[in-house]
């Protein structure tokens, strides 16, 4: 099975411009994951949905923003969905309350807790479940440069490893995800110069490294431990071209899944957005 993901910054226009089309047509993924879609379902080219149809993509799990033009995410499948999940929705609110009152109640603002986890106003996660196996498609909330955000990313995170342990001891999970965060010097060009600046904060390298230590593997450094590739460069300088770039998108798959591990991907070379696509090759076959 190959299972694909893509921030594409965009979906409208990378299907406009038929880079996505072309994507499936060449790399055959059985499942692609798309974060940052920023457009509802009834905005899609029905003539593209006609397409990927076409091309087996028969199960389509949309999860757009409630500001549409932000945020979202959306799965498209050649596999059916025995059912499809959208964020906390299978985790009693109790926890994320309790998460909130024991750790972050002097640094997180509730209401923003409300909106963004209880409420589910940006949309950031979709879950499909396939041949009993959990599929996470994670947008992850930015800290922004001022890190303004990182004590409600911190929460973020810690919400979403008891969710991932909860659901874990349901059926395995893979999870794939611009995960907003270079975890060690090795996924980014420049480690030095980027200490204590957003996405190689002390704190946010080390809630990937809580993911780790909860068994859940990072599938890339696993097999290509000291691989240097990365998955996102600015546009705004010529980081392509210096490869000046980071890597922030991961697929983190559970421990009961390590032995079907066959290959695990950064697609560098496709050019259309700041981020390549990535992924995992798993050795499971539809029955």
Not at 11 to 31: A, F, M, W
Not at 80 to 103: A, C, G, L, N, V
Not at 138 to 164: G, I
Request: aromatic letters at 18%.
């Amino acid at each position: 099975m190959i299972l694909a993901s893509r921030n594409v910054n965009g979906l409208r226009s990378i299907i406009k411009k038929g880079y996505l089309l072309d994507y499936l047509k060449k790399y055959k993924p059985d499942v692609i994951w798309l974060q940052e879609i920023k457009a509802r379902e009834n905005q899609i080219d029905k003539g593209f949905i006609k397409l990927i149809n076409d091309l087996g993509y028969k199960y389509i799990f949309f999860n757009p923003a409630e500001r549409w033009w932000y945020s979202g995410t959306a799965i498209f499948s050649k596999i059916p969905f025995k059912q499809t999940i959208k964020w906390f929705s299978k985790m009693p609110s109790e926890f994320i309350r309790d998460i909130y009152e024991t750790s972050f109640k002097n640094k997180v603002d509730f209401e923003e807790v409300k909106k963004v986890i209880l409420e589910d106003k940006e949309w950031r996660l979709s879950i499909v479940d396939l041949w009993d196996i959990y599929f996470w498609c994670v947008y992850v909330p930015n800290a922004k440069v001022d890190l303004s955000r990182l004590n409600f990313r911190q929460f973020w995170d810690k919400a979403l490893l008891e969710y991932l342990k909860y659901l874990d001891k349901q059926k395995p999970i893979v999870i794939c995800w611009d995960m907003n965060v270079a975890h060690q010097p090795i996924d980014l060009k420049y480690p030095k110069a980027n200490e204590w600046k957003h996405w190689y904060t002390k704190e946010e390298r080390q809630w990937m490294t809580n993911y780790l230590k909860a068994w859940f593997i990072d599938s890339f450094r696993f097999l290509y431990p000291e691989k240097i590739q990365y998955s996102w460069w600015s546009m705004r300088t010529n980081a392509r071209k210096n490869n000046s770039w980071w890597r922030i998108d991961y697929c983190l798959i559970s421990p009961k899944l390590k032995n079907k591990l066959i290959d695990a991907f950064i697609h560098d070379h496709i050019l259309w957005s700041d981020h390549a696509p990535v992924g995992v090759i798993l050795d499971i076959w539809q029955k």
